[in-house]
């Protein structure tokens, strides 16, 4: 679990949830960039693609995978149901994402869990990679 507060208002960063444009700008590692293939009001193919020669879960430098929101509720909660594309059984099953949307003192209190990581992903890197990307969000929304 990896939370930050956000001088925003919820709606606000509800709305940077669904957005492909925003998401490929703030959901994103600090060492990768971002390509939306497909997003959708039922989902989104996404590839993450390292800046360095880091091996991907998807071959080559890139991590892709399919997202599908399983729950919306507008303004306090996202849930997504992410599958990555990786011939490696260790990335394999369906992880599960949760963004809260919590008002705060100076703004939004965003939480972001994730639950049924694969074995293949380090708790420590996924963590700081929400790390990176709740500051991404708090600079393009700020």
């Not at 960039?33 to 360095?52: I, P, Q």
């Not at 995978?65 to 849930?79: A, Q, S």
Request: proline share 5%; net charge negative.
């Amino acid at each position: 679990m990896v939370s930050r507060l956000i001088d925003a208002p919820r709606a606000k960063i509800y709305r940077a949830c669904l957005d492909p444009d925003a998401i490929a700008r703030w959901r994103v590692p600090d060492n990768m960039t971002a390509t939306v293939h497909r997003f959708d009001g039922e989902g989104y193919r996404l590839s993450l693609t390292y800046k360095d020669a880091t091996p991907g879960k998807s071959g080559g430098s890139t991590d892709t995978f399919e997202g599908r929101f399983v729950e919306l509720v507008p303004n306090e909660k996202v849930v997504e149901v992410i599958r990555f594309e990786s011939h490696d059984a260790s990335f394999a099953g369906e992880m599960r994402m949760t963004t809260l949307l919590a008002d705060a003192r100076g703004g939004t209190e965003v939480t972001i869990v994730t639950d049924d990581l694969p074995g293949g992903v380090r708790p420590e890197d996924n963590e700081e990679g929400c790390r990176q990307s709740l500051a991404k969000l708090a600079k393009l929304l700020g």
